[in-house]
Nanobody, 121 residues
């Protein structure tokens, strides 16, 4: 099966930086889109940033200019560089990948287990 393993969360002061990483492993034929979402208790999961296999990116308005998403297609990894962090960025961040398995035709979405990011004021 597929595993998405996240790392890099933690506690940081407002104005600081963190870098999240996610590695996908398994019998993967191709990964179309990789993304980061975040979710607060009692709220819907929201898209933070996404990047396609071709390198096209999109960001939530709240993080534009502060966060940068990047991926390594050869390694099936995606990173999220978070700068100028604000207390409102505090959340659980989830890695997401839309991919096709080696013996399948259709694309499926997979999720990581989530990593906590806490920004203190």
């Amino acid at each position: 099966q597929v595993q998405l393993v996240e790392s890099g969360g933690g506690l940081v002061q407002a104005g600081g930086s963190l870098r999240l990483s996610c590695a996908a492993s398994g019998k993967i034929a191709s990964i179309n889109r990789m993304a980061w979402y975040r979710q607060d208790p009692g709220k819907q999961r929201e898209l933070v940033a996404a990047v396609t296999s071709g390198g096209s990116t999109n960001y939530a308005d709240s993080v534009k200019g502060r966060f940068t998403i990047s991926r390594d297609n050869a390694k099936n990894t995606v990173n999220l560089q978070m700068n100028s962090l604000k207390p409102e960025d505090t959340s659980v961040y989830f890695c997401n990948a839309r991919l096709t398995l080696e013996d399948k035709i259709y694309e499926y979405a997979y999720w990581g287990q989530g990593t906590q990011v806490t920004v203190s004021s």
